[in-house]
């Protein structure tokens, strides 16, 4: 067996900063963050932690605790500023720098082409509900493939079709913050067509990678057990997961997905005979997994749909929604939520695990992103994060539970690297093995959690 990788996860926009530096385009991101009044939070990305100048010092601190692979993103405004198409090649030589320093430290870099930062261009004309962004997507992929498809091991299309049309389509807390579920199955689809296409574009060149998509996964549970808890469980599968995973590893879409879409008056006009070749072709080497929590769910029992997540935290508002005619979410009051009202169940990882094994002929996979979000406090220079460690240590567990049971699990990403920009929820929501003291120049302080995963690390790495 291979070594299994051990690492940690973050996004260019959330981590980076240097918004307008080195020729760097603006982005949907940047736009949203200083314009919009949905920014409920009013911080932005502008500089965040700093990354893009202080890589070297976050990648050492990597190294220090053993982790052996990092997944970032590339921020295609770096790559491809404008309209005019030109090439920057100031962002080029930064995500080069940043993968050979990677691989200088025996880092496997796993490089996500877009996590949510769509150049704004491409937003104004629709985004995702234009397909000319996806011949854009197709183009601006073959640049970072023959820019780094010599030394990137592991490439992700797309991170989270699934969490980032829900939340642009369904709860609106991301732009263009509506509800509208007509744009919701437009977008999904082409986003899609978007990763299937980039994926054939790849089997084309001689890159010595993987290719994958990180779906935002929760396996289905229900309340109970009879008929129509069984029809509510399909369709939330079908709503949150399937149209991601079967169609990214099988090839096509499932045949009841189009059917609910119909019975609930979506038209499917923008579904098109000739994109069928491109899901056929375009399926991935991986599935890159982010595991949160499970999708809770009991049957439809009316109301319009309505979706709420809880960007403002304190814990009192639940996250859930109620989907018209598909399913709504059910609450158990014996499972404890975050001061976000999501549920904390780390059982789920195994379920998920499991159920992946099982439905999808036991394809590789990673957990590309997992972790606890916190109010964590700087006290005497220390963050003693017991509480992260305790949840995420569990998650753990029955990941290596699966994967003792044979799951071709491969790889493990704690969410995230660094305390970051958590989108609308600002900077309070700190999810980072390290601490960023924003107050104070940006200075890096591990945190307990820190340690505690180098020494997991270790002990992992020793026993295989
Ligand atoms: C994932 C995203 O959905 O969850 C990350 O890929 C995100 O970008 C993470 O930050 C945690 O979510 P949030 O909203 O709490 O930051």
């Not at 939070?41 to 965040?48: A, E, Q, R």
């Not at 198409?85 to 030589?93: A, F, H, S």
């Not at 599968?237 to 008056?265: A, M």
């Not at 003291?437 to 295989?464: C, H, V």
Request: aromatic share 14%; with cysteine.
């Amino acid at each position: 067996m291979e070594k299994f990788l051990w690492g940690s996860a973050t996004a260019s926009y959330q981590c980076e900063g240097a918004w307008n530096e080195d020729g760097k385009g603006e982005s949907q991101w940047d736009d949203f963050s200083h314009h919009s009044p949905f920014n409920i939070n009013h911080v932005d990305g502008d500089i965040s932690c700093d990354h893009y100048h202080r890589f070297i010092e976050d990648l050492d601190l990597m190294k220090e605790s053993h982790q052996n692979t990092y997944r970032f993103s590339i921020a295609w405004t770096r790559i491809i500023p404008d309209e005019t198409g030109k090439v920057n090649q100031k962002g080029l030589d930064f995500y080069n720098q940043l993968i050979n320093a990677c691989i200088e430290r025996h880092i496997v870099p796993n490089v996500t082409l877009w996590h949510y930062d769509l150049p704004l261009h491409l937003y104004k004309i629709g985004g995702w509900e234009n397909r000319r962004t996806i011949d854009e997507f197709v183009n601006y992929a073959k640049i970072c493939f023959e820019a780094f498809g010599d030394r990137v091991p592991l490439w992700v299309t797309v991170n989270e079709p699934g969490f980032y049309t829900h939340c642009c389509y369904g709860a609106g807390n991301y732009p263009p913050n509506v509800c509208d579920f007509q744009r919701y199955a437009k977008a999904g689809y082409h986003l899609m067509l978007g990763s299937a296409r980039v994926i054939e574009e790849f089997r084309k060149g001689d890159y010595i990678g993987k290719i994958g998509l990180v779906h935002a996964s929760g396996n289905v549970e229900t309340k109970g057990t009879d008929e129509a808890n069984q029809i509510a469980a399909r369709n939330a599968d079908l709503f949150n997961n399937l149209w991601v995973t079967d169609t990214c590893i099988r090839g096509y879409f499932p045949d009841d997905l189009f059917y609910k879409l119909r019975e609930s008056q979506i038209d499917l006009s923008f579904v098109k005979e000739e994109d069928k070749i491109h899901f056929r072709n375009g399926t991935v080497d991986f599935l890159g997994i982010n595991l949160y929590c499970r999708t809770y769910v009991k049957p439809y029992s009316g109301g319009e749909t309505n979706v709420h997540l809880n960007n403002k935290g304190s814990g009192k508002i639940l996250e859930g929604e109620v989907i018209k005619g598909w399913y709504e979410t059910a609450y158990d009051p014996h499972v404890k939520v975050n001061q976000w009202g999501r549920e904390i169940y780390p059982r789920c990882m195994y379920d998920e695990l499991m159920t992946i094994k099982r439905e999808y002929d036991n394809i590789p996979v990673f957990i590309t992103e997992n972790g606890h979000g916190c109010y964590d406090e700087l006290i005497d220079g220390q963050v003693d994060d017991k509480e992260r460690i305790e949840i995420v240590g569990e998650f753990i567990k029955w990941m290596l539970k699966a994967r003792e049971e044979g799951c071709n699990v491969q790889g493990y990403y704690m969410w995230s690297t660094m305390d970051l920009y958590s989108w609308v929820n600002g900077y309070k929501k700190r999810y980072g093995l390290v601490y960023i003291d924003f107050n104070n120049g940006n200075k890096r302080i591990p945190k307990k959690s820190y340690y505690w995963y180098k020494k997991l690390i270790e002990n992992d790495l020793k026993g295989e």
